[in-house]
T-cell receptor
Framework: GEDVEQSLFLSVREGDSSVINCTYT??????LYWYKQEPGAGLQLLTY?????DMKQDQRLTVLLNKKDKHLSLRIADTQTGDSAIYFC????????????FGIGTKLQVIP | EAQVTQNPRYLITVTGKKLTVTCSQN?????MSWYRQDPGLGLRQIYY???????DKGDVPEGYKVSRKEKRNFPLILESPSPNQTSLYFC????????????FGQGTRLTVV
């Protein structure tokens, strides 16, 4: 079955860039997502990328996709304390229904 | 405001006492699903529904039931809760096959003692 892997924890200093990495196994993935979960809240979609794209930029966020290596990364420029959260990588397969497989989440800690 | 509403937000119950967690969306979305979130395991899909009266099992359906009698509601039913169902539960909805975004509820923290 599909599998999405992420590291558990990342700590960065305020103002630095954060890079959160993710690998996935499903070669038929159509969309890949990054969700953000703040304490006590649900998941909020940050950005997504189609599987036929290499890069997507949205303000401070840059998503890079290496389809050959099945590697996805999220770069947050000028990281702020408000970016402290858990970040989930997720992929949607090309099957007939919208099955989305999530990684375990990377906890980003921003040090002031 | 577009939203997915779950109730209750917090629930402590005893083993074997049937409970229902409600989920309602106001976006006329076809697709709804339930996830549980556990430390070190991320989000695992319990059940999903592609439309009214169409439901199917996700990755961890044991011990759960769902129903989809109306488009907006997708309740999660635990007929006989057990302590291993202590978890944080999320309901999500999205518009359809080509839609990329799932909207999540705020979560229900369930403790079964």
């Amino acid at each position: 079955g599909e599998d999405v892997e992420q590291s558990l924890f990342l700590s960065v200093r305020e103002g630095d860039s954060s890079v959160i990495n993710c690998t996935y196994t499903d070669s038929s993935s159509t969309y890949l997502y990054w969700y953000k979960q703040e304490p006590g809240a649900g998941l909020q979609l940050l950005t997504y990328i189609f599987s036929n794209m290499d890069m997507k930029q949205d303000q401070r966020l840059t998503v890079l996709l290496n389809k050959k290596d099945k590697h996805l990364s999220l770069r947050i420029a000028d990281t702020q304390t408000g970016d402290s959260a858990i970040y989930f990588c997720a992929e949607k397969d090309s099957g007939g229904y919208q099955k989305v497989t999530f990684g375990i989440g990377t906890k980003l800690q921003v040090i002031p | 405001e577009a939203q997915v509403t779950q109730n209750p937000r917090y629930l402590i119950t005893v083993t074997g006492k049937k409970l229902t967690v409600t989920c309602s969306q106001n976006m006329n979305h076809e697709y709804m699903s339930w996830y549980r979130q556990d430390p070190g395991l991320g989000l695992r899909q319990i059940y999903y529904s592609m439309n009214v009266e169409v439901t199917d099992k996700g990755d961890v359906p044991e011990g759960y039931k769902v129903s989809r009698k109306e488009k907006r509601n997708f309740p999660l039913i635990l007929e006989s809760p057990s302590p291993n169902q202590t978890s944080l539960y999320f309901c999500a909805s999205s518009a359809g096959r080509m839609n990329t975004e799932a909207f999540f509820g705020q979560g229900t923290r369930l403790t079964v003692v």
